[in-house]
């Protein structure tokens, strides 16, 4: 539980960087109260090879939060496409987020809950609400309640308002909104830290008005948010900006860690 509160109180000093003005309210997060259990939503949403950065974005936030103290069976992980097994991959049945691949983000020990064409607008909706038929399995299921602490990560293509899901369909700011105003009716959490990878992100926020929950994102409206770097070798980027950021700082962070947050906000305050 402590090295999970260490990780939320890490991440929630991103928005301090971008909501100055809430500073006082962003300091007490996540530190009040007494809750007992912690929850991560792991979603990739793109398709395609061309988009396998935000695969890896998933898969590196999926790693970390396992390493900081958070078991498959509390975390929800969509991937909706497999990278890993494209023909097109130089090095099959690996996934990497550094040109340098010394890391598999794949491996051995990946749980994924919700993959291909099961990641959908529906299925995320029912799965956040608690809306799903009798016969889904537990792995599928967000088993939260009024004492969890919920981590909700997203990635892929999107605009003013709205996250593209497969090219297919989106999700909008309200429908995100709803999505969260009902998990509070039902007290499926305790508070929220929602994170968002895309173009315009902060706008997918912006119509949350439920409470206890935080947000964070990689762009402001009109922005673009861009890929880090590429590897030439499998001819892709292969990281977000905003993730690998994120990351270069949790990667160093563990229990005997000295770190402190205020080198995390002049790290950000330096990019």
């Known amino acids: 539980m402590a090295r999970w509160n260490w990780i939320l109180s890490i991440l929630i000093v991103l928005v301090s960087s971008i909501l100055c003005d809430q500073e006082e309210k962003v300091e007490g ?25 935000h695969v890896a974005n998933t898969l590196s ?3 970390t ?29 690996t996934v990497y987020n550094n040109a340098n691949r010394l890391l598999d983000l794949y491996g051995d020990n990946v749980e994924v809950d919700y993959r291909g064409y099961e990641v959908t607008v529906e299925n995320f909706i029912r799965m956040l609400t608690g809306r799903v038929s009798p016969d889904t399995p537990r792995s599928k299921r967000l088993l939260s309640d009024d004492r969890s602490n919920i981590l909700v990560y997203m990635t892929g293509h999107g605009g ?17 909104a709803d999505s969260f105003k009902q998990m ?21 926020y912006s119509k949350i008005n439920s409470t206890n929950i935080l947000a964070t994102g990689s762009s402001k409206l009109d922005e673009s948010s861009y890929s880090h770097h590429t590897d030439y070798d ?3 980027a ?13 990667e160093n962070v563990d229990q ?6 205020q080198e995390l906000v002049k790290r950000l305050q330096q990019l």
């Open 184 to 204: 509070s009716e039902k007290k499926r959490y305790n508070e929220i830290l929602f994170m968002i990878d895309t173009c315009q992100a902060n706008t997918m």
């Open 234 to 236: 499998i001819g892709v």
């Open 160 to 176: 003013d308002e709205f996250l593209k899901f497969q090219d297919a369909e989106e999700i909008s700011a309200y429908d995100l």
């Open 256 to 261: 005997t860690s000295d770190k402190t947050l």
């Open 238 to 250: 292969v990281i977000d900006s905003f993730t690998y950021y994120n990351l270069e700082f949790l």
């Open 65 to 93: 939060v396992k390493r900081l103290g958070i078991p498959d069976s509390n975390i929800i992980l969509m991937l909706a496409d497999d990278v890993s097994c494209n023909p097109r991959n130089k090095y099959p049945a």
């Open 29 to 53: 997060f996540f530190s009040q109260s007494g809750h007992t259990n912690n929850w991560a939503v792991l979603v990739c949403t793109s398709r395609f090879w061309f988009n396998y950065r």
């Open 61 to 63: 936030m999926y790693r």
